[in-house]
T-cell receptor
Framework: AQKVTQAQTEISVVEKEDVTLDCVYETRDTTYYLFWYKQPPSGELVFLIRRNSFDEQNEISGRYSWNFQKSTSSFNFTITASQVVDSAVYFCALQRGSSNTGKLIFGQGTTLQVKP | DAMVIQNPRYQVTQFGKPVTLSCSQTLNHNVMYWYQQKSSQAPKLLFHYYDKDFNNEADTPDNFQSRRPNTSFCFLDIRSPGLGDAAMYLC??????????????FGDGTRLSIL
């Protein structure tokens, strides 16, 4: 079975704090893809990153960084020096490499509130 | 800018009255998706089109239909909306290279309310 678990339902931090959003996935596929999306209050889903199962290199993009560890089936997302504009719901998603539909299997999302 | 546009942003309809939601894209992507997202939940895929081929998710109610008259447009028709259909409806597109591993580009969504 394919499953994504985001155990943190809500996180609240004060601006400039670092925050890590956890994502644990389950799949028996050898080829798969992992995604993070941001959903601000306005509603649109904004693509942040895609990772394939063969690339375990961590990635940094400005204040954002991602830690992919196949050994623990985790794909965690860290925001450094958080800002109020980072307040949103963040979704981790899994896509099977064999998928012929492009279906994304979403986690339940983590609501991040960054207070000034 | 190339984008995915959903109209309207907010839609109110009456219980049982058919409603159509619209999605258009300027990305020239082959695949268009419709998701339903209820409050505090993850998006749930309803169906998608790969070009003109329609693919329905097994658990999508018959009440939900879709049309794609051309590459740019896709419509979601709810034939007899019930109170449980109140949700945000998200349209997304992607251009497959290999096995559907390209990120999906989402529109702003249409928030549907049922009176």
């Amino acid at each position: 079975a394919q499953k994504v678990t985001q155990a943190q339902t809500e996180i609240s931090v004060v601006e400039k704090e670092d925050v890590t959003l956890d994502c644990v996935y389950e799949t028996r596929d050898t080829t798969y893809y992992l995604f993070w999306y941001k959903q601000p209050p306005s509603g649109e889903l904004v693509f942040l990153i895609r990772r394939n199962s063969f690339d375990e290199q961590n990635e940094i993009s400005g204040r954002y960084s991602w830690n992919f560890q196949k050994s623990t089936s985790s794909f965690n997302f860290t925001i450094t020096a958080s800002q109020v504009v980072d307040s949103a719901v963040y979704f981790c998603a899994l896509q099977r490499g064999s998928s012929n539909t492009g279906k994304l299997i979403f986690g339940q999302g983590t609501t991040l509130q960054v207070k000034p | 800018d190339a984008m995915v546009i959903q109209n309207p942003r907010y839609q109110v309809t009456q219980f049982g009255k058919p409603v159509t939601l619209s999605c258009s894209q300027t990305l020239n992507h082959n695949v268009m998706y419709w998701y339903q997202q209820k409050s505090s939940q993850a998006p749930k895929l309803l169906f998608h089109y790969y070009d003109k081929d329609f693919n329905n998710e097994a658990d999508t109610p018959d009440n939900f239909q879709s049309r794609r008259p051309n590459t740019s447009f896709c419509f979601l028709d709810i034939r007899s909306p019930g109170l449980g259909d109140a949700a945000m409806y998200l349209c997304a597109t992607s251009k497959p290279t290999g096995p559907f591993n390209q990120p999906q580009h989402f529109g702003d969504g249409t928030r549907l309310s049922i009176l």
